[in-house]
């Protein structure tokens, strides 16, 4: 075994020269006994847990071994260290990254240097998120903690061919990744491509976490559709490691990245698979055509409210018949915008004062905007009902960018009448039907057609169904058992 320095006095000056004594208070340098061998123990105040430091060596006081700590007998020095999980550094790089990532070090005399993991990060308990809720289901989420995210996995699929394979990734940062997928599930080409594009990465940090890897992992630029899908709850996250999905865990975020994906994964959710099989596909239709009437309704009303002749008798109700001074685009426009400037100061709210903004927001905005004449009454419906379906969309990501469409299309309608409707909306198909995240068809199994995966995604199925692994995983093993 390689020693990392002469002695124990030649690690404590490295340690302090690369943390200056007099400004990081948290590198800690502590000179004790590991039974009655004289040490050096290095760690970060803060990461670590104190409690297993002091127990462990209160141990070793006590139960005295008498091994001399020769080169030749390292290995069985530490046969009877008291502690599982303890490794020798092999190279001072990775000395170093450990301490920073909460894990402590000690130096024997003769400057050999020895990893304990007793990292205890600060963080909460695992709790359901906020985002993702259901009305009967686990309870628990995923947290800040790495370690805890791994074990939350693994308290739900208890096979040996779970594979959690780690990576550090960025300069400074030196960020904790965690590939989570299960071997003969996952594809092959899927787990090089996401390696090859983490060895890739030039950055000093990953402090906006998940989102600033997603960026870095599929070259995103201004697309504006989510290409992964974000979950914070453990169970979703085992679903789809089962069906050959990837799940990328990085540290110190609560959402775990999966891939591949497509667009109809994100709007499905585990209230779906926590009903019984007509109510599951009975919600799951209703999310669908939610979803369809959040980017469609907002625009194609406005075209029928503008051009009448469109309009069979039987719907001559539809659009205000006094709009008032302002334009009905102008009213449609700044209703919507308007919408998504309360949902932003609703999250940046604090919590006492958020039922004041509230009646605020449906008195003043709502009523008085009206009985003045700012908005046409019907302007304020539809708006409100754009922004409800809007909201029941599962996934925070898509729900944006479906307001971002929504949008354009009021935009183009209002521009070029009918045919600026009916264009944006082939342009916006044409463009998800070109998207192909990690090869795969963003509009899989719509575009290119998979009649029985399509049934799969519209209806849900009971459970004992035998349903082979999604097309899209590409998985060597498309049969589940």
């Given at each position: 075994?390689?020693k990392?320095?002469?002695s124990?006095?030649?690690?404590?000056?490295?340690?302090?020269?690369?943390?200056?004594k007099?400004?990081?208070?948290d590198?800690?340098?502590?000179k004790l006994?590991?039974w009655?061998m004289?040490?050096?123990?290095?760690y970060?105040?803060?990461l670590?847990?104190?409690?297993v430091?002091?127990?462990?060596?209160?141990?070793?006081?006590?139960?005295?071994?008498?091994e001399?700590v020769?080169?030749?007998?390292i290995?069985?020095?530490l046969?009877?260290?008291?502690?599982?999980?303890v490794?020798?550094?092999r190279?001072?790089?990775?000395l170093?990254?450990?301490?920073?990532?909460?894990?402590?070090?000690?130096?024997?005399?003769?400057?050999?240097a020895f990893?304990i993991?007793v990292?205890?990060?600060?963080?909460?308990?695992?709790?359901?998120p906020?985002?993702e809720?259901?009305?009967r289901?686990?309870?628990?989420?995923?947290?800040?903690?790495i370690?805890?995210?791994?074990a939350?996995?693994?308290r739900r699929?208890?096979?040996?061919?779970?594979?959690?394979?780690?990576h550090?990734?960025?300069v400074?940062?030196?960020?904790?990744?965690?590939?989570?997928?299960i071997e003969?599930?996952a594809?092959?080409k899927?787990?090089?491509?996401i390696?090859?594009?983490?060895?890739?990465i030039?950055t000093?940090?990953?402090t906006m976490?998940d989102?600033?890897?997603?960026?870095?992992?599929?070259?995103q630029?201004f697309?504006?559709?989510?290409f992964?899908?974000y979950?914070?709850?453990p169970d979703i996250?085992?679903?789809?490691l089962?069906?050959g999905?990837?799940?990328i865990?990085?540290?110190?975020?609560?959402?775990v990245?999966?891939?591949?994906?497509?667009?109809?994964?994100?709007l499905?959710?585990?209230e779906?698979?926590r009903q019984?099989p007509?109510?599951?596909?009975?919600?799951?239709?209703?999310?669908?055509?939610?979803?369809?009437?959040?980017?469609f309704?907002?625009p194609?009303?406005?075209?029928?409210?503008t051009?009448?002749?469109?309009?069979?008798?039987?719907?001559?109700?539809?659009?205000?018949?006094?709009?008032?001074?302002?334009?009905?685009?102008?009213?449609?426009?700044?209703?919507?915008?308007?919408?998504?400037v309360?949902?932003?100061?609703?999250?940046h709210?604090?919590?006492p004062m958020?039922t004041?903004m509230?009646?605020?927001?449906?008195?003043?905005i709502?009523?008085v905007?009206?009985d003045?004449?700012?908005?046409?009454?019907?302007?304020?419906l539809?708006?409100?009902?754009?922004a409800v379906?809007?909201f029941a969309?599962?996934?925070f990501?898509?729900?944006?960018?479906t307001?971002?469409f929504?949008i354009s299309i009021?935009?183009?309608?209002?521009l070029?009448?009918?045919?600026g409707?009916?264009i944006?909306?082939?342009?916006?198909?044409y463009y998800?039907?070109a998207?192909?995240?990690m090869n795969?068809?963003?509009l899989?199994?719509?575009?290119?057609?998979?009649?029985?995966?399509?049934m799969?995604v519209?209806?849900?199925?009971p459970?004992?169904t035998?349903a082979?692994?999604?097309?899209?995983?590409?998985?060597?093993e498309?049969?589940r058992i």
């Amino acid at each position: 075994m390689e020693k990392h320095f002469q002695s124990a006095r030649e690690a404590e000056e490295w340690f302090f020269g690369l943390f200056d004594k007099e400004q990081t208070f948290d590198a800690t340098a502590r000179k004790l006994h590991l039974w009655d061998m004289p040490a050096l123990l290095l760690y970060m105040n803060g990461l670590v847990d104190g409690n297993v430091l002091t127990n462990l060596f209160t141990e070793m006081q006590w139960n005295q071994v008498d091994e001399p700590v020769a080169e030749d007998s390292i290995e069985k020095f530490l046969s009877y260290f008291p502690y599982h999980a303890v490794s020798p550094a092999r190279d001072l790089d990775e000395l170093l990254t450990s301490i920073l990532s909460g894990q402590a070090a000690f130096v024997t005399p003769e400057g050999f240097a020895f990893i304990i993991d007793v990292r205890s990060y600060p963080g909460r308990q695992p709790e359901e998120p906020d985002t993702e809720k259901v009305v009967r289901g686990a309870r628990d989420g995923f947290t800040e903690n790495i370690l805890q995210n791994t074990a939350l996995i693994r308290r739900r699929i208890r096979t040996e061919k779970l594979r959690m394979e780690i990576h550090k990734t960025s300069v400074f940062g030196k960020t904790d990744i965690v590939l989570s997928f299960i071997e003969g599930a996952a594809s092959p080409k899927h787990l090089s491509f996401i390696r090859d594009r983490l060895d890739s990465i030039q950055t000093d940090g990953l402090t906006m976490t998940d989102k600033q890897l997603e960026e870095y992992l599929f070259k995103q630029g201004f697309h504006p559709m989510p290409f992964v899908r974000y979950t914070e709850r453990p169970d979703i996250c085992a679903a789809h490691l089962l069906e050959g999905h990837i799940a990328i865990i990085v540290d110190t975020s609560p959402s775990v990245i999966l891939v591949p994906t497509t667009l109809f994964h994100h709007l499905q959710h585990a209230e779906e698979y926590r009903q019984a099989p007509l109510i599951g596909t009975t919600v799951r239709f209703i999310r669908l055509v939610g979803f369809l009437a959040s980017l469609f309704l907002l625009p194609f009303w406005y075209l029928l409210a503008t051009q009448p002749k469109y309009l069979p008798d039987i719907l001559s109700f539809i659009g205000p018949k006094d709009v008032g001074e302002i334009p009905l685009f102008v009213q449609l426009f700044t209703a919507d915008v308007g919408i998504e400037v309360l949902r932003m100061a609703a999250i940046h709210t604090p919590t006492p004062m958020a039922t004041a903004m509230g009646l605020v927001a449906a008195i003043v905005i709502g009523q008085v905007a009206i009985d003045v004449g700012l908005f046409a009454g019907e302007v304020i419906l539809y708006v409100a009902v754009s922004a409800v379906l809007t909201f029941a969309i599962p996934s925070f990501e898509l729900g944006i960018t479906t307001k971002v469409f929504r949008i354009s299309i009021l935009i183009a309608t209002a521009l070029f009448g009918a045919p600026g409707f009916f264009i944006s909306v082939v342009l916006l198909f044409y463009y998800l039907c070109a998207l192909k995240p990690m090869n795969v068809p963003y509009l899989w199994p719509l575009v290119p057609f998979f009649p029985k995966a399509l049934m799969h995604v519209v209806i849900r199925f009971p459970m004992t169904t035998d349903a082979p692994r999604p097309y899209v995983t590409d998985s060597p093993e498309r049969k589940r058992i």
